[in-house]
């Protein structure tokens, strides 16, 4: 509880240090920023901490983070004082704004705490880091801890820094060195710092845009309906999900299931569906909760990849509910605080904010202020840091932001093509070089585009997946047309032209890629079609007709982007008109999130994994952060627009759609906590759970957290088995190698693991005392760790080191012992 507070109190101060910044930053919102400042201050200030650190203006420790703190306060006082004639404004004072803004500020709290408190909450009732990716990202954290300079050290791979985007962990480190808790509490309370900076972000986009819509002349304030439709963006955000609950309930209840002749249950409508377990028929007797083992587990896998032989391959489909009830923090959640403080900068663009002039060379110039253009190149180089994939469909937000503003002010002509160029390549090259430092050590598995010429998403998946999003966002795409029924006609010529024009030349690039690879790399494209038994001529034949038999996934996603096109570029557009029109942004989230879904249907990012597995998983993500936002602006639109019966169809409808979206968090969470009746009580800190299971390691662990800086020598194994690399990951010290299946995907390759994997096998296993002498001093171990796993996974042969060396730890069947410094 004590640790809740303190980071409670804490981000909650910095949100106030930073709001004066904030208010002068963002003039156009009608928030001013106030529910995003606490995202603000996290970035900024990880920034500068990271920075500083980076360029050894700083150290790795408390006294750095305060520095970066008084930046912080330095930079809001000096908006304050450089803006000296709007505070002494009365009307735009931010003491003005307080006082007129009471249940904004009020919502925005009750907002926050509610929603730490409840994630924390449920992460007290399931803290175990011991699965999936999350010792991997304890590992970062603890390295981070301890790593005395930037870079931090790699903690699975002796001698290298961490090559990942690992700004979260930075930010996650800062809060526990000053908060003065152990890594593997501050993972879960970083999890529930994400989830209601989620929250109070995901209010604030959607308030701005409702207190900004045009409803026509009979309300004048509309603050007051947005602060109450704004809780519907964290609602669709962060808590409604997929269908894919509502079949597990039906499924387990035994409909569309009946008895044959011989006593077995059959379906054709779950054997149609081919969801894997829901394939299966359910056990007896029926009832409503799941409980087939990790059946929450499936809605993050809807989408179901096969290949020409009928291989089945796992797709991942995430959404934000489930990483929260995996209790993963990895980078794509870490990003959601950041990736909304995008969409916001980029809704504050639209809205005509940061107008001025930058000139350029060559007699060009941008027509934004400089704080705005600094802002943006920080916040876009953050997203990469934080999660590499972001940094695209944000860039592309605030390009097409600006460009849409600038277009309602100028017209559409050749200047925007112009504008684009203008304000993304500087955009860009900042971004990159404001993070310079990041980059010098980074190295990606990612490798270009490839076709995705056979992988075919089905209607039925998609509706499965983004149902709870589509029929909203479809109620509103109908009922726009009334309100482009005027001067601002949509263009449907345009729509269609550019809707199935880009479907066609995806599908066209997809297999000019393959043709072109059949040159350049005619044995592997040989390979290819020797695995699926085909000529090129056959394949062809053969996912032509597999697209054709799955068109309703395509007829979907243009019956969502034509009208978008269409509305997004009406035939004769309003230029110069009183306030912006929030509908046309709220259509550009909408076109984005379609083609970030629509992409993988025909290419994917070149990776380890060989197929759009991880494609879908990154895009997907990021497209349910967008169409989320848009569904929640459709649902508080349409709730205030809609008349007589098609309003009380439409909020029934509405009911239900939530009602279907909120089971799987309503039934995850009872399965996930055990009804939240954890059988060793409430805590966030997983190190209790070592202690519990192996309470000789645990002190063996806790003693080496004590012990200066150096190199451990520990069993190596496989990815996703917490066993292995455990010492390195509860302590922050380098191992000699910890995951080699996620060192390569880090790094692009095995090379740099070299003989590692072998050479602490030999070591442990040698009777030669020169021949694990030679291994120790190659690779510079000073802790060797031996342990339960060590002797459940080699014969080791302890004598040499207990002839040879000092032995610091010892208890029970865990020994540390420590070779002399070199």
């Given at each position: 509880m004590t640790a809740f507070l303190t980071?409670?109190?804490?981000?909650?101060?910095?949100?106030?240090?930073?709001?004066?910044?904030?208010?002068?930053?963002?003039?156009?919102?009608?928030?001013?920023?106030?529910?995003?400042?606490?995202?603000?201050?996290?970035?900024?200030?990880?920034?500068?901490?990271?920075?500083?650190?980076?360029?050894?203006?700083?150290?790795?420790?408390?006294?750095?983070?305060?520095?970066?703190?008084?930046?912080?306060?330095?930079?809001?006082?000096?908006?304050?004082?450089?803006?000296?004639?709007?505070?002494?404004?009365?009307?735009?004072?931010?003491?003005?704004?307080?006082?007129?803004?009471?249940?904004?500020?009020?919502?925005?709290?009750?907002?926050?705490?509610?929603?730490?408190?409840?994630?924390?909450?449920?992460?007290?009732?399931?803290?175990?880091?011991?699965?999936?990716?999350?010792?991997?990202?304890?590992?970062?954290?603890?390295?981070?801890?301890?790593?005395?300079?930037?870079?931090?050290?790699?903690?699975?791979?002796?001698?290298y820094a961490i090559s990942y985007y690992y700004f979260g962990y930075v930010m996650t480190a800062m809060l526990a060195r000053l908060s003065g808790i152990p890594g593997s509490m501050a993972h879960n309370l970083m999890t529930s710092l994400v989830f209601a900076l989620g929250a109070v972000g995901s209010y604030g986009i959607l308030y701005n845009l409702l207190a900004k819509a045009d409803r026509g002349p009979q309300t004048t304030d509309r603050r007051p309906l947005a602060t109450v439709y704004g809780l519907f963006a964290p609602l669709f955000l962060l808590l409604v999900s997929n269908f894919e609950a509502l079949l597990e309930v039906l499924h387990r209840l035994g409909l569309f299931w009946t008895k044959n002749a011989a006593g077995q249950y059959t379906s054709p409508f779950w054997t149609w569906l081919d969801m894997k377990e829901l394939s299966q028929p359910p056990l007896e007797p029926f009832q409503f909760e799941p409980d087939r083992y990790l059946w929450w587990w499936r809605a993050s896998r809807v989408i179901q990849d096969y290949d020409m032989m009928g291989n089945h391959l796992e797709v991942i489909d995430e959404f934000p509910f489930f990483s929260f009830l995996l209790g993963d923090l990895h980078p794509h959640v870490l990003a959601i605080p950041f990736g909304l403080l995008a969409i916001?900068?980029?809704?504050?663009?639209?809205?005509?904010?940061?107008?001025?002039e930058i000139k350029l060379p060559w007699g060009m110039k941008l027509h934004i202020t400089y704080p705005g253009f600094l802002f943006s190149a920080i916040l876009l180089g953050g997203l990469a840091f934080l999660n590499t994939w972001d940094i695209?469909?944000?860039?592309?937000?605030?390009?097409?932001?600006?460009?849409?503003?600038?277009?309602?002010?100028?017209?559409?002509?050749?200047?925007?093509?112009?504008?684009?160029?203008?304000?993304?390549?500087?955009?860009?090259?900042?971004?990159?070089?404001?993070?310079?430092?990041?980059?010098?050590?980074?190295?990606?598995?990612?490798?270009?585009?490839?076709?995705?010429?056979?992988?075919?998403?089905?209607?039925?998946?998609?509706?499965?997946?983004?149902?709870?999003?589509?029929?909203?966002?479809?109620?509103y795409l109908i009922y726009a047309r009334t309100q482009y029924a005027g001067e601002e006609k949509p263009n449907w010529k345009l729509a269609l032209s550019l809707g199935?024009?880009?479907?066609?030349?995806?599908?066209?690039?997809?297999?000019?890629?393959?043709?072109i690879g059949s040159y350049v790399d005619p044995d592997f494209v040989g390979g290819f079609l020797a695995s699926q038994n085909m000529t090129a001529g056959q394949l062809f034949t053969a996912a032509s007709l597999r697209r054709l038999s799955h068109i309703a996934s395509l007829i979907t996603l243009l019956a969502v982007l034509l009208?978008?096109?269409?509305?997004?570029?009406?035939?004769?557009?309003?230029?110069?008109?009183?306030?912006?029109?929030?509908?046309?942004?709220?259509?550009?989230?909408?076109?984005?999130?379609?083609?970030?879904?629509?992409?993988?249907?025909?290419?994917?990012?070149?990776?380890?994994?060989?197929?759009?597995?991880?494609?879908?998983?990154?895009?997907?993500?990021q497209a349910w952060m967008l169409w989320s936002l848009a569904a929640a602006f459709a649902a508080a639109w349409l709730f205030q627009n809609l008349k007589a019966v098609e309003n009380i169809i439409f909020r029934v409808v509405t009911a239900l759609i939530v009602f279907a979206g909120l089971l799987y968090p309503a039934?995850?969470?009872?399965?996930?906590?055990?009804?939240?009746?954890?059988?060793?009580?409430?805590t966030l800190d997983d190190f209790d759970r070592v202690k519990r299971e192996n309470p000789d390691e645990a002190a063996a662990i806790e003693f080496l957290q004590t012990v200066p800086n150096g190199v451990v020598a520990e069993a190596i194994g496989g990815s996703y088995l917490s066993q292995f690399a455990r010492v390195a990951t509860y302590t922050g010290l380098q191992n000699v190698l910890g995951w080699p299946g996620h060192e390569a995907q880090w790094r692009g390759g095995y090379e740099p693991q070299g003989t590692r994997n072998d050479d602490i096998m030999r070591l442990y296993t040698t009777t030669q005392w020169d021949e694990a002498q030679a291994i120790i001093n190659f690779y510079n171990i000073r802790y060797i760790f031996v342990g339960t796993t060590e002797y459940a996974t080699m014969p080791v042969k302890e004598e040499k080191f207990r002839a040879h060396l000092k032995i610091i730890f010892q208890q029970g069947s865990v020994t540390v012992y420590e070779a002399p410094s070199r």
């Open positions: 980071w409670y109190f804490l981000v909650t101060l910095l949100g106030w240090l930073t709001f004066p910044l904030v208010f002068a930053l963002f003039p156009a919102l009608a928030d001013r920023g106030y529910a995003l400042s606490r995202a603000a201050g996290m970035l900024i200030w990880g920034y500068v901490f990271w920075l500083f650190a980076s360029l050894g203006i700083a150290q790795n420790d408390s006294g750095g983070i305060i520095l970066a703190l008084i930046v912080i306060v330095a930079l809001s006082g000096w908006s304050l004082v450089n803006r000296k004639s709007e505070i002494e404004n009365l009307k735009s004072s931010i003491v003005n704004f307080l006082k007129s803004n009471v249940p904004l500020l009020l919502t925005t709290e009750i907002l926050f705490l509610v929603a730490f408190a409840f994630l924390a909450f449920v992460r007290s009732a399931n803290p175990e880091l011991n699965g999936t990716e999350r010792p991997m990202e304890l590992a970062f954290i603890n390295a981070i801890l301890r790593s005395p300079t930037f870079p931090p050290q790699d903690p699975w791979l002796s001698g916001a900068a980029a809704l504050h663009l639209f809205l005509g904010g940061w107008r001025g695209l469909i944000a860039a592309a937000l605030l390009v097409g932001a600006y460009v849409f503003w600038r277009a309602s002010e100028d017209g559409w002509n050749w200047e925007r093509l112009e504008d684009i160029f203008l304000l993304g390549l500087p955009l860009g090259f900042f971004s990159i070089l404001l993070y310079f430092p990041f980059y010098l050590g980074f190295s990606s598995q990612a490798g270009g585009v490839l076709p995705n010429i056979m992988y075919v998403t089905r209607g039925a998946h998609l509706w499965v997946m983004w149902g709870t999003l589509l029929i909203p966002i479809l109620a199935l024009g880009f479907t066609f030349l995806l599908w066209a690039f997809s297999w000019l890629i393959g043709w009208p978008t096109l269409a509305y997004l570029f009406p035939k004769s557009p309003i230029v110069n008109r009183q306030s912006p029109n929030v509908n046309q942004f709220v259509l550009l989230l909408l076109l984005l999130g379609g083609i970030l879904i629509l992409a993988p249907e025909f290419v994917y990012l070149r990776d380890q994994f060989g197929y759009r597995i991880n494609t879908v998983f990154k895009f997907y993500y039934l995850g969470l009872m399965t996930k906590t055990d009804n939240f009746k954890p059988f060793f009580g409430f």
